[in-house]
């Protein structure tokens, strides 16, 4: 039985090895980025990708290389929405000036 199963993992493992693309994933290559986030004024919610990250200024380091979805919120603010490219192995810095919410019924 014990046989068996540890015949069943090398089997797996062996046909594993030919789900990968030979050359896809190069360790010398960077895939990731760095994401600076700040706004006009400070201290605004910053959402990627609709989760919560922190609050302005902010930097994200380590960041896949990709589209993303960008919304910025900030209490008696309209809020700001943008989708952007983080180029892997890049540093992108997005500024945000806030518009004041002139009613209490503004979205």
Known sequence: ?????????????????????????????TYTGTLIIKTSPSKAEAYVDDKYLGITPLRLEGVLGKWYDIRIEKEGYLK????????????????????????????
């Open 1 to 29: 039985m014990k046989k068996l199963a540890i015949l069943l993992v090398l089997l797996m493992t062996l046909s594993l090895g030919g789900c990968f693309i030979k050359g896809a994933y190069d360790p010398n290559k």
């Open 80 to 107: 700001k929405w943008d989708r952007i490219y983080l180029e892997p192995g890049t540093v992108k810095e997005l500024y945000y000036r806030l518009t004041e919410r002139k009613c209490e019924t503004c979205p």
